[in-house]
């Protein structure tokens, strides 16, 4: 077996192993040999519990139905080491590319990459590359790796190695197609894993910026291109082609770098339920785990149960790459996340000293800009990599960004902004959070009750930029946003609230996720507080309940409308706002939890009280709240219409006959063999933009569940009713692709997985389009799916099919004739569970299946039962998993020798 050397943290007898936070359960000594928890803590781990004795790791992995493996280790550093090995083998190409790109090094590997515009050949990966490495992703974690608290560094150790263990015992020429033969296959280190812990932490912040706004921060009169410091090896490499590359990116502009305008959009979305005793059947808790996620790309949720007796036993899922679940279940709690509303960064305009672009003026005293030099290596052609570098700036906050990139109202560096020279920059609340994640997650899953689930919240922990939705088998629910959140003082709100109010270009991008705060001022820096300037758990937005808490992206202020939440930073998102219709559709289950609406499927049964099989029929009862409080009005007014030519504002008419009889024939919701669906979703894509101006019923703030509400009254002449309009404009739309009006959803709703396709490859389909039910967020769905446009996975440069392209206001129909619509994002990872005397009782899918390679048994079967509403009973216990049909058992193991402390020196 190989040996892979680390550093294990020094131990000394009879201390408790426990963060001074107290992210590592502390206990009193009573508690401490106990097995389980307790209401004041969780029991602290001995070093036994955590580490793997001399280096001996050994895992046994049960893989049942559907791939689901169920790692058992004695030790947490072992369990990991069973959970790299897993992931490795359904999932190597992407935990790959992941580590690849938090090192900076796809340009290395993959090239400059694919032209960023046609006509500008300048390689993204060039630009990405520098970009993670002037964030120090991995400089940061080979500095900090060390400092971890005991636990984190085993576990992290132990998923690196059992990623290497299936990396050495697969030869190249075996891998998956889209790595067959990858050079970027290869054994990695803790802190790669920990460097692209990194990068997960900043995924609704830092990562925002490395498309463009980071690399484009330059002074002026400096160019943005790095310069070639070390030619490539050989002549053969073409010098003259590398200095070409150099050169282009010195032509960027901000539309030729995507430029983004809403911020509040991280490409992730989410449903989530934690119900209480009041609404079960038993008086127990329940649960509904709804990620709307990405299908392809490194942000795929993968499911796994891991136990360490007398430690740890969850069964959920996480990203890949992650070593531990991060949303899922013990014996006595369910939790579930969503992508919260708040902010997690501040964007700072620095007045500029004149004459100088590189000292700013804060409360009158000079500060300086720093600068540092990076590298990255490029291959250019001929097997051959040059090395090229370039400076990057910093200011006491953080990396400086190009305003300009950012926003298209900001001005570039050096240029007025408020009437003075300036330069922007940012500080993130995420940048040291990663070293968080698995004392987070390890604690949230050891515990037994919601005060022990609170516990890492208390002491300054964080689930990044998710909300948290809690259930136990007390019958308890809760809720928190305990997201990193900047900490501001209430001169400092106050104080940007009046700049928002008199500065539309400051208000418009806080609505679109973006504070820019005035850099000249220090009262406008972050307290510190005890939780490093991040807000502490007294001022997090939470909710404890009985009856539910609830959240489908929309800001914490209404998880539950009997008990409005206010009074919390602004950062944390809205209050009194207009609730996106996914949100209304899901309180109108749960508040009428009996009403079937236009589905067959009341939502808790004729009895009102939900169980968890209840909880996710009710998700695969595709309801959308749009088609159940306009379809009827619309159906009126196509029979006022007739066959009477309707106008599309175009100078153009045409009658809409046709399409009502389809919405008339229509069953209202969005199954595979819903005939007439589609045709409401073109009709809603066309008419959503003119929300909420079109309803008669204003927004009422104390009516969020159902305000605004009732379209105006239709106008009397009916060629120039709004509503038909739009369906007219719908159809047109429909037409110009060749699609039925009268035909099944599953025929123009499909899922089309891709084939294992190498970085500049050519993307192929796998496998025939599989039908696929749900419905978007535009028709007030609650389901989500959704097609993906991008030509390649997300975050990764593998190829995947994609639609050439969509037609405007359609919810991203395909320009193709009958491709309809081509779904890769939404319901991914979900379930439905309740708390039983029997244990907890869980049913779901990951709707995409475990394993992203064509190849594996586990590429498209759950994809399958997804099509057919064919959820599995999620397995638990031992002997649920001992009678699984489909077990396969091995043990796995490695010796992993521990370094003598004169190799740590």
């Known amino acids: 077996m190989k040996t892979i050397h680390w550093k294990r943290p020094v131990l000394v007898a009879g201390i408790s192993l426990c963060l001074s936070a107290g992210l590592i359960g502390c206990s009193s000594d009573s508690d401490s040999d106990s097995g389980g928890g307790s209401d004041n803590g969780l029991p602290a781990l001995s070093d036994s519990q955590i580490n793997a004795p001399d280096g001996a790791l050994s895992a046994r992995i049960q893989t049942t ?33 992941s580590i690849m790109r938090a090192r900076g090094e796809r340009a290395m590997f993959y090239g400059p990459g694919p032209d960023v515009a046609a006509a500008l050949p300048v390689g993204i990966n060039i630009v990405t590359d520098f970009s993670y490495k002037a964030l120090g992703l991995l400089e940061k974690a080979q500095a900090e790796f060390d400092e971890l608290s005991a636990p984190s560094q085993a576990m992290i150790r132990g998923f690196a190695a059992g990623y290497n263990k299936y990396v050495d015992e697969t030869a190249p020429a075996d891998l998956p197609a889209k790595c067959n033969q990858a050079p970027w296959v290869r054994p990695i280190s803790a802190e790669d894993v920990y460097a692209y812990y990194q990068l997960v932490a900043l995924y609704a912040s830092g990562d925002n910026f490395v498309q463009g706004p980071l690399f484009a921060a330059v002074p002026p009169g400096t160019s943005p291109a790095p310069t070639m410091a070390m030619p490539a090896a050989s002549a053969s490499a073409n010098p003259a082609e590398a200095n070409r590359l150099a050169a282009s990116v010195a032509r960027l502009t901000p539309q030729a770098l995507g430029l983004k305008t809403n911020y509040n959009d991280h490409g992730m979305g989410s449903n989530g339920w934690g119900i209480g005793s009041e609404l079960t059947e038993n008086g127990k808790g329940a649960l509904l785990a709804n990620p709307h996620f990405p299908y392809t790309g490194n942000r795929r949720l993968y499911q796994m149960q891991i136990t360490v007796p007398g430690v740890y036993d969850v069964n959920g899922a996480g990203l890949i790459g992650v070593v531990i679940p991060l949303i899922g279940f013990n014996e006595n709690i369910a939790w579930t996340h969503t992508v919260s509303t708040a902010q997690h960064f501040t964007l700072y305009d620095l007045t500029l000293k004149s004459g100088d672009n590189l000292t700013y003026i804060k409360d009158g005293e000079e500060k300086p800009i720093t600068q540092k030099t990076i590298s990255i290596q490029v291959n250019v052609g001929g097997g051959q990599t040059a090395t090229f570098e370039r400076d990057f700036y910093y200011s006491e906050h953080g990396p400086m960004l190009a305003g300009n990139v950012i926003n298209g109202n900001l001005p570039a560096w050096g240029n007025a902004f408020a009437g003075r020279p300036t330069a922007f920059t940012y500080r993130d609340a995420n940048t040291d959070t990663a070293r968080l994640v698995v004392d987070q997650w390890l604690n949230m899953g050891r515990a037994r009750n919601v005060g022990q689930f609170q516990q890492p919240f208390e002491s300054c922990g964080s689930v990044l930029w998710v909300n948290t939705m809690y259930a136990d088998d007390s019958g308890q629910a809760f809720y928190i946003d305990g997201t990193s959140v900047p900490n501001l003082s209430g001169g400092a709100l106050q104080a940007f609230q009046a700049r928002a109010n008199t500065n539309p270009v400051v208000g418009g991008l806080f609505a679109n996720g973006v504070t820019l705060l005035d850099g000249s001022r220090g009262l406008n820096d972050w307290v510190e507080g005890d939780c490093g300037g991040r807000i502490a758990y007294d001022g997090m937005p939470k909710l404890e309940r009985r009856d539910y808490v609830q959240n489908s992206n929309d800001s914490y202020w209404a998880t539950n409308p009997d008990a409005l939440l206010t009074g919390f930073s602004p950062l944390f998102g809205p209050t009194e706002s207009i609730l996106s219709p996914r949100t209304r559709m899901g309180l109108a289950m749960l508040e009428n939890p009996t009403d079937t609406g236009l589905s067959t499927v009341a939502p808790a049964g004729s009895d009102g009280k939900f169980t968890g099989e209840e909880i996710i029929k009710a998700l695969y009862s595709n309801r959308a709240y749009y088609a159940e409080t306009l379809l009827d009005d619309l159906l009126t007014r196509c029979d006022a219409a007739g066959t009477t030519p309707i106008a599309t504002d175009d100078s153009s008419s045409r009658s809409v006959a046709e399409g009502c009889a389809a919405l008339a024939n229509w069953d209202g919701v969005y199954d595979v063999d819903s005939r007439g669906a589609h045709v409401f979703r073109v009709f809603i894509g066309d008419y959503d933009p003119a929300f909420p101006s079109e309803f008669s019923v204003a927004f009422d703030p104390t009516n969020p569940e159902t305000t605004p509400s009732t379209p105006n009254e239709a106008p009397a002449d009916v060629a120039q009713d709004p509503m038909l309009a739009s369906l007219a404009r719908g159809l047109n739309r429909l037409d110009q692709v060749n699609i039925a ?62 639609p050439e392209g969509t037609l405007p206001n359609t919810g991203d129909l395909s320009s193709q004739n009958n491709e309809g619509w081509r779904i890769a994002y939404g319901t991914s990872w979900h379930f439905g569970l309740s708390f039983t005397d029997e244990g907890p009782q869980g049913y779901g899918l990951i709707s995409y299946g475990q394993s992203d390679d064509p190849s594996s048994d586990h590429f498209d079967d759950q994809d399958l039962r997804y099509s057919a509403k064919n959820y599995r009973k999620l397995l638990y216990t031992q002997a649920d998993i001992t009678d699984d049909d489909a077990l396969q058992t091995e043990t796995i193991e490695a010796s992993v020798a521990a370094e003598t402390e004169d190799e740590a020196e």
């Open 741 to 802: 009006y009268d035909a099944r959803l599953g025929d123009v709703q499909r899922q089309q997985q891709s084939a294992g396709t190498p970085p500049g490859g050519t993307p192929a389909p796998s496998g025939s389009p599989i039908e696929w039910h749900g419905n978007q967020n535009l028709e007030g769905g609650f389901n989500i799916v959704r097609p993906d446009t991008s030509n390649v996975e997300d975050g990764t440069r593998y190829p995947r099919v994609a």
């Open 65 to 97: 139905t559907g791939g689901v493996p169920h790692i058992t280790a004695d030790n947490l550093e072992s369990a990991a080491f069973g959970s790299g090995y897993v992931q490795a083998r359904d999932n190597v190409c992407l935990i790959a590319d």
